[in-house]
């Protein structure tokens, strides 16, 4: 009988509780694989719309393959417009991330085939809300800020139409490139907080609208997606380099956590800060000011030196730390920058409820359905007897 006693192993950690083909962090490595390749030779090579094509279609398309893709994605970016009214009811100051999860919730309103349980039905809702997902962002934003939102710009991309959805400006060659490698870099990363928490609603075999508005929620928290916000949060908040040391001895002495450094499963630098770090410092040289940047770079030394000297091991940083400053740089508000790991990461959700409702990797559980040990100490080793309310 020992074998059905339950393992306990906090968070998960180590323990593998599917097969997936869609991607593996290699944490001792720094390897990050999208169906094969590795993330870091695609970015700056291919574009976010043919890494979509990649996680959900599991090949790299040719040109046909992506044009269709782009055609189908292009016409499924405007919002409907009752959604577009019902976003303008909310109070101003709500949390955006609690606004996509919301027009997530609310797209499936508007699908009548919201129910049909295919492969085909799931793909097609794929497409709805990856190209979604960026109006929605951009339409509260501008709706926070008083103003009308844009319609989706067809003649752009999926990133150049954000940034442009965003600030009615369209982004110039570099810029778009810029944001398209960072949408490509956050689009899929196996089984972090947020995948893992569409994968348990899509095994239930709820639709993709449930299953990704768990994925939006999870995202949203401080130590997933939300890190990056709090990242630039922490920067403003230094204010200068000289004042790196301080910060640095003060957090450590307090328990507190240093944002956009140490990770669940890299055991050394996530491969996406390499391409992130210099692509903040092009962004700081063309605004003519690298002070962000700078920061960041000596933060890191000098909280890696910290951490090996009061913790006696290596700490390294993630996607986090450097996007931050990079989407900064770009203008983008602090608190849109957790929506825009969003905007990407719903390619990797979509692939991952995809996968495990019609294509799982062997082994995979019909239905998660972990065990906990109950530590409950109320009425001693018995059940509670009980009390009427007129006797308590
Ligand atoms: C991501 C994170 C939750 C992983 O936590 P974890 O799995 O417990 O990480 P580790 O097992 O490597 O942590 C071991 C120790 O380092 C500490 N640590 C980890 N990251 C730290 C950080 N950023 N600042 C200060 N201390 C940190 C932990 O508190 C723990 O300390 P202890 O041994 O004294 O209890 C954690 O690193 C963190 O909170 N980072 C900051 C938030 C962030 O950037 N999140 C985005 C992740 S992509």
Redesign the pocket.
């Known amino acids: 009988m020992d074998e059905l006693k339950p393992i306990q192993n906090t968070g998960l950690?180590g323990v593998s509780i599917a097969s997936t083909k869609i991607s593996d962090v290699d944490g001792a490595k720094g390897k990050l694989i999208y169906r094969g390749y590795l993330a870091k030779d695609l970015a700056g090579q291919v574009s976010f719309e043919e890494a979509v094509y990649l996680l959900l279609y599991e090949k790299l398309p040719d040109a046909d393959e992506l044009g269709e893709l782009k055609k189908q994605l292009i016409s499924q970016r405007a919002l409907p417009s009752e959604l577009i009214a019902a976003l303008a009811t909310r109070p101003k100051d709500a949390l955006p991330m609690d606004i996509l999860q919301a027009a997530v919730a609310m797209a499936a309103h508007h699908d009548p085939n919201a129910k049909i349980h295919s492969r085909e039905a799931a793909s097609r809702i794929a497409i709805n809300l990856i190209a979604k997902f960026p109006t929605i962002v951009a339409a509260w934003d501008r709706i926070r800020n008083n103003k009308e939102p844009l319609e989706p710009n067809p003649d752009l991309d999926h990133a150049a139409n954000f940034l442009y959805m965003l600030n009615g400006v369209i982004p110039d060659d570099e810029i778009a490139g810029f944001f398209d490698t960072c949408l490509l870099l956050h689009a899929e990363h196996s089984f972090n907080a947020s995948t893992f928490a569409a994968r348990e609603v899509a095994s239930t075999k709820a639709h993709t609208y449930a299953s990704v508005a768990a994925g939006v929620g999870s995202l949203s928290g401080?130590?997933?997606g939300g890190?990056n916000t709090r990242v630039m949060e922490m920067l403003l908040k230094i204010g200068s380099v000289d004042k790196v040391e301080d910060y640095v001895k003060n957090?450590?002495a307090t328990g507190?956590?240093?944002?956009?450094?140490?990770?669940?499963v890299y055991q050394t630098d996530d491969p996406r800060a390499h391409i992130l770090a210099p692509m903040s410092k092009t962004l700081g040289e063309r605004a003519g000011d690298t002070k962000w940047y700078d920061l960041s770079v000596h933060l890191e030394e000098v909280a890696k030196q910290a951490?090996k000297e009061k913790?006696e091991r290596e700490?390294y940083v993630?996607?986090?730390f450097y996007s931050a400053t990079v989407y900064y740089y770009m203008g983008i508000p602090t608190d849109l920058f957790t929506p825009i790991f969003a905007i990407a990461r719903i390619a990797g959700w979509a692939a991952h409820v995809i996968e495990e409702q019609f294509a799982g990797a062997a082994p995979k559980p019909a239905l998660y359905r972990p065990e906990s040990d109950y530590v409950g100490d109320y009425c001693g080793p018995d059940e509670c007897v009980y009390v009427p309310m007129d006797e308590r």
């Open positions: 950690r401080a130590l997933h890190a957090i450590l507190g956590v240093i944002m956009g450094l140490g990770h669940a951490f913790k700490i993630n996607v986090d």
